[in-house]
Structures are given as C-alpha cells and as structure tokens.
C-alpha cells in the first residue's frame, strides 16, 4: 500500500456518524483498541475493531471512509490509530466524545436493542 502526508485527522459529532449510518454510506467505524475484549465492552453496532481493519488492509478503497472511536472525550488512543492510518487512506476521521458521547446521545451499542 502506497504510503500518503500525514495530517491531522478531522473529527466528527456521534450524529454525524449515526446519521452517516443510517442513510447506507460507505462509513467503516473502527473501534481503536488491538484489544478485542475492550472493543466487545464499547461495542457499537456495525463498527469492528482494529483486528478487523487489520484483516482488511489491501481491500478497502484508499477513500473509503474510516472513522476511529474510543472510550470517552480524554481518550487520545483514537486519535493516535487515526493519525496512523491518514498515512495510507485519505478519508480518515475521529469521533469525538467516543463510546461515551454516542451512548449520552442514545445511539445504539452491541447488544442494544433500539436508542435509548
């Protein structure tokens, strides 16, 4: 995969992602952990986790959209992977506020059964 500048990767509301969502775009949302048990723990419906970006690295359209979340709005790990992956993909954002900010909004989580 061709390596692109680095920049700074955008951030986006838990609206913008779930409305993104909703409507069928091409949105990959990535949970930011390597550690799958916490992915399972802040589990959003339809994300996947790093592991699984991993697995689809050479697949995925260097535009497809990437949005990377973590726990809460003081988390920098997000922002970390994010930055990383603006190396290879051009499409690359950060929700802000994380889990926590998409669960106050009442968003629906892995085992959820509709928003709060």
């Known amino acids: 995969m061709k390596q692109r500048d680095i920049t700074q990767p955008h951030r986006v509301s838990p609206a ?3 409305e993104r ?4 775009h091409d949105l990959l949302l990535v949970c ?3 550690d799958d ?6 589990g959003i419906e339809g994300a996947t986790s790093v592991n699984g970006l991993m697995q689809r690295e050479g697949t995925l359209d260097e535009n497809r959209e990437l949005v ?3 726990r809460d709005p003081n988390d920098g790990v997000p922002i970390e ?3 990383d992956y603006l190396r290879y993909y051009r499409n690359v954002k950060v929700m802000s506020g994380g889990f926590q900010a998409w669960t ?3 968003y629906p989580t892995v085992g959820s ?4």
């Open 32 to 34: 930011a952990y390597e």
């Open 68 to 70: 990377f979340y973590g």
């Open 104 to 106: 106050d909004a009442g």
């Open 81 to 83: 992977r994010a930055a």
């Open 113 to 116: 059964r509709a928003p709060r």
């Open 37 to 42: 048990e916490v992915c399972r723990q802040i």
């Open 16 to 18: 913008y992602v779930h």
């Open 21 to 24: 969502m909703q409507r069928g």
